[in-house]
């Protein structure tokens, strides 16, 4: 706790002043006694509850009450907590908690005043200031004053308009840029304010303002460029980066803003751009490992998104509630998973992004793959009197080749996860979760005996991974599946498959891991053979590569026929090293008596079964694609088919439609193996909930963050933003709003400020303009005497406070005073210099650092490549995240490794010899190039003595011959290295 809160404390219990709950008392029973007297019924002790006013006026196990209102000698609670007995004593020794005699003194004060009980002030709705005439400096002035501190002046101009551009852009100005503004200020009287304004109304105008907050927010989405775990492969989902810079440059509202991210797929007519913002919670780590569960790390990956949740809308710390009830905060164990199922209904695909350049190219080449077919005859050797013969030859020979098939609708599908759903073509479509061992049973039943063979058809489709066929997502081929057994019953009799064939059995089996299950020579190349899929061993099979166009089919033969008027059970095994089942698929019958795998269109071989030649056009477009002289010609064909144009992939979100919600359990301790019951979707049960007959999913839950009666996201937000500017967030635990932080330094300006956000329309703009705007942020940063002894923390806000610069707006600054920063926006993420090996070595994932080249060089940090396993070095050295977890704040750590990287890491030398050459083309001599350079780092000219310190290290670096370029990159150099030019001013 800080100085204050004992200064007041001793003041409090030395008089006759009473004691506030939420202040006072909450803290030290939260710290000292909720953990075992609590909300968690299973890890309670004595039958005692504290955390609630009518269980503590009562009587525990002992017997004995616990608080009697007015009578703290009386109290089981104020005789335990002061007896000398450790058998006694509270806490109990063995749990290492020791309370302080001013944690005494404050229960027994509060028991002597009425125990009275107070609701926690984060989960009451803000109140709005009666005074209509209320502003920021007036609720810090006050707090000042009860302190009797007075507030620190105004600061000079050129430390308002640095620590202007480097809070709203990131950025510090150019000497030009500052001088303007000094200059405009001091032009008239009264125009000083205006001028200020004026510049504060730019640079919220700035393409840079939504840079440098999207960085704020992407420490929050756990942003970063690869999947993290061991192989933390490379991801697409810059584009959810771009998106969240386009938004708030825009100043899209808030609640808008944070309901696109959470649920814009739900939205009605959802845009690409609503869909592109729900990559927020697709910023969870995927273990890619081959020995892992996919389901397992899902159910981490939920468990991720809900203590983001949490934490970015609600600051609370619900993470702590996976494994029992929370032991602080009234958050049930249900709580956290009825949470967890508001947001696990959803899919996570990756989407392909559509723009009218896409739509365009892609109308362009199904106009091109129509021309080359339409051309095909045209290429047939020897004109058309040749393919004429050639097609009745071949009509002829493949008629008899063909069977006629019927197609079969099962009339009952179970599998064991994935959800299957018959569609109008006889094709089944799968979806939903998979595992590395699924199972498709299927009934099939019709009026057909004499059924000699059965036919998988295996088709793409766009609503699969790749477009299928397959419902495989990660480590295997993107789209594909791996058919690992097929069997047939009937009466719970197995049906003997003798053979199979499929239409790709020539392919080269590329991911097998094991031995075929009948030996062939050791050189031989195992192909992907349908019967693979009889032979007993679930490590061979049949398989179809995924991706757009991929159409195949494999014929099961029966040993006998099979009477299918008294049904038949399929069942299909899909088990690899990987999830594998399959995703797009149709079966049929026929009772021709050696059927194929012709590789025919099903209406195409069914013409020719029945000698039909009414589709000739069909019939004769099949001959020319599997025609031998034909095959030079077909190959550019088969090519276009393959490489239809795709829009950027992102990972978004997609809820789940037309299949059973998933459903979300209790995990017993939080562990996925032991799921205990069905959880309901539901918001916590101590906070308002959903509106009545209002669809319990994760729209829902979005728009909910932003109702009215809502406490929690108004104040979360505003405080965030507060942190941002100050370094200390008027609560200063941004991510806990619980019973454990610490009470806002002050709380009527906090529920003044989001009172006032949501009546902007939750503009943070408007916000961030209303802060800066204020007398409070534009003080100067020398603290008085009588500040340092009475707040040496600052919490009050007498003067403007000092902080070390984030790792990002160190480096851009640095790249802006050298003049080689490059404002280019959005795109993938780029390779600044740093040593190679810090991707590579000791890492599994390796990622080649290729260092970029031209602008993309010197781009700002925002589009630094991030790889979680082995991030951007100079960010690491500076405190930044690594994308791994969710951080509302990040810390500040000052280390020699921090002056070394500023003086000696590559990047910081090419920019200082950069600057170096800027300063000696742009001013003469050495004065001018000292006062020009000092600028460029500091913004503000040189005082006398700084000036003289300078010069004084340009002659020392001159006596060791240093000259030209190499001198003055040693003066850059130094000078990037100072505290003030890596400090908030």
């Keep these: ?170 950025l510090p100005p150019t000497p030009e840029q500052a001088d303007a503004f000094v200059q405009k200020r001091a032009q008239q009287s009264g125009a000083a304010e205006s001028a200020y304004e004026a510049l504060v109304d730019e640079l919220l105008k700035s393409p840079q303002y939504g840079e440098r907050w999207a960085r704020r927010w992407l420490d929050l989405a756990r942003y970063a460029d690869t999947n993290g775990f061991e192989k933390d492969r490379p991801r697409p989902i810059w584009p959810y980066r771009d998106w969240v810079v386009k938004a708030l440059n825009q100043d899209m509202p808030f609640d808008q803003f944070s309901i696109k991210q959470l649920a814009g797929d739900m939205l009605p007519n959802a845009t690409p751009e609503d869909r592109i913002a729900t990559g927020f919670h697709r910023n969870t780590m995927l273990n890619e490992e081959g020995g892992i569960d996919p389901n397992e790390y899902r159910f981490y990956a939920m468990v991720d998104r809900v203590g983001v949740t949490g934490t970015t809308w609600m600051g609370l710390t619900m993470n702590c509630a996976q494994c029992h009830t929370h032991k602080y905060d009234p958050i049930l164990h249900t709580d956290y998973y009825s949470l967890m199922a508001l947001l696990n209904n959803a899919d996570e695909p990756t989407y392909a992004i559509p723009t009218p350049e896409i739509e365009a190219a892609q109308k362009a080449h199904l106009a091109k793959i129509a021309q080359m077919e339409a051309a095909l005859p045209s290429q047939f050797p020897g004109g058309q009197v040749a393919l004429e013969k050639r097609l009745s030859e071949w009509v002829v020979q493949t008629s008899k080749q063909c069977a006629e098939w019927q197609v079969v609708r099962p009339d009952s599908m179970k599998t064991t996860m994935p959800h299957l759903e018959l569609q109008a073509d006889g094709f089944i479509l799968g979806s939903g979760d998979i595992s590395k061992s699924d199972v498709y049973d299927l009934h099939l039943q019709a009026p057909i005996q004499g059924v000699t063979a059965i036919k998988l058809e295996v088709a793409s489709h766009p609503s699969l991974p790749n477009d299928g066929p397959g419902l495989t997502y990660y480590e295997g081929p993107i789209g594909g599946f791996f058919l690992s057994e097929i069997q047939a019953f009937q009466n719970k009799q197995p049906m003997k498959i003798a053979s199979a064939e499929a239409t790709n059995d020539t392919e080269e089996d590329k991911i097998s891991d094991a031995a075929p299950a009948n030996p062939r020579p050791a050189k031989a190349k195992k192909t992907n053979r349908a019967d693979a899929a009889l032979d007993g061993e679930m490590s061979s099979g049949w398989q179809v590569l995924g991706g757009y166009g991929q159409e195949h089919s494999a014929v099961f033969r029966f040993e006998t026929p099979v009477d299918l008027r008294q049904g038949l059970d399929l069942k299909m095994l899909f088990e690899k090293h990987f999830a594998c089942a399959l995703g797009h698929f149709r079966l049929s019958v026929t009772t021709h008596p050696m059927p194929k795998a012709t590789g025919l269109p099903y209406a195409v071989e069914n013409a020719l079964a029945k000698g039909d030649l009414s589709q000739r056009a069909a019939i004769q477009r099949s001959f020319l694609l599997a025609a031998p002289e034909m095959k030079s010609a077909v190959a550019p064909l088969w090519l276009a088919r393959r490489q239809m144009p795709r829009g950027q992939p992102t990972l978004v979100m997609r809820e789940r439609s037309g299949s059973p919600s998933r459903q979300t359990h209790l995990y017993h ?317």
Excluded at 797 to 826: C, N, T
Aim: net charge neutral; charged share 25%.
């Design 1 to 170: 706790m800080n100085c204050l809160f004992f200064v007041s404390l001793l003041s409090l219990t030395s008089t006759a002043i009473a004691l506030d709950f939420n202040r006072d008392v909450r803290p030290v029973l939260a710290q000292q006694c909720f953990s075992c007297h609590g909300m968690d019924d299973h890890g309670r002790k004595g039958k005692l509850r504290l955390d609630l006013q009518e269980a503590a006026y009562g009587s525990g196990k002992s017997g004995e009450v616990a608080i009697k209102p007015g009578l703290p000698d009386a109290s089981e609670v104020v005789q335990r907590i002061f007896s000398s007995d450790e058998d006694e004593l509270m806490p109990p020794p063995h749990t290492k908690k020791v309370m302080s005699e001013r944690e005494k003194a404050v229960i027994r004060q509060w028991i002597a005043e009425g125990a009275k009980y107070e609701a926690h002030w984060a989960y009451q709705p803000p109140k709005a200031s009666i005074d209509p005439t209320a502003d920021m400096d007036r609720f810090i002035r006050e707090k000042l004053d009860e302190a009797g501190i007075e507030p620190a002046p105004e600061a000079d101009a050129y430390t308002l308009v640095r620590r202007l551009y480097l809070d709203l852009i990131g």
């Design 669 to 985: 301790r939080g562990e996925y193996l032991q799921p205990k019951q069905v959880v309901p979707p539901a918001v916590p049960a101590f906070l308002p909930g959903l509106r009545p007959g209002e669809p319990a999913n994760r729209l829902s839950l979005a728009r909910w963050f932003f109702r009215p009666e809502n406490p929690l996201t108004a104040r979360v937000t505003v405080n965030r933003q507060w942190q941002a500017f100050f370094g200390r967030g008027l609560v200063k635990s941004l991510e806990d709003f619980g019973y454990q932080s610490e009470a806002p330094s002050h709380p009527e300006l906090l529920d003044w400020l989001a009172v006032q956000f949501v009546k902007d329309g939750w503009s943070l703009k408007r916000l961030h303009k209303r802060i800066v705007m204020s007398a409070t942020y534009k003080q100067a940063s020398r603290r008085s005497q009588q500040a340092e002894a009475k707040d040496p923390e600052n919490v009050l806000l007498s003067h403007a406070p000092r902080f070390r610069l984030d790792a990002e707006i160190i480096r851009d600054s640095a790249l802006q005073a050298a003049g080689v920063l490059s404002l280019k926006q959005g795109g993938p993420g780029v390779y600044p210099p740093q040593p190679a090996s810090v991707t590579t070595e000791g890492t599994y994932g390796k990622v080649e650092w290729k260092t970029s080249q031209g602008e993309d060089r010197y781009r700002r940090s925002l589009y630094t490549f991030t790889k979680r396993t082995a991030p951007f070095a100079m960010s690491t050295t500076f405190d930044a995240p690594t994308g791994e977890a969710c951080l509302a704040r990040r810390d500040v750590s000052n280390s020699p490794l921090q002056a070394l990287t500023l003086l000696n890491d590559q990047m910081f030398m090419e920019a200082a010899q950069a600057m170096a050459r800027k300063v000696m083309a742009e001013a003469k001599g050495d004065q001018d190039r000292l006062r020009l350079a000092f600028r460029r780092c500091l913004t503000r000219p040189p005082a006398e003595d700084e000036r003289a310190m300078l010069s004084g290290f340009l002659a020392k670096q001159r006596t060791q011959s240093v000259e030209g370029e190499a001198l003055w990159t040693a003066v850059c150099r130094a000078l990037l290295n100072l505290d003030e030019t890596i400090t908030h001013p």
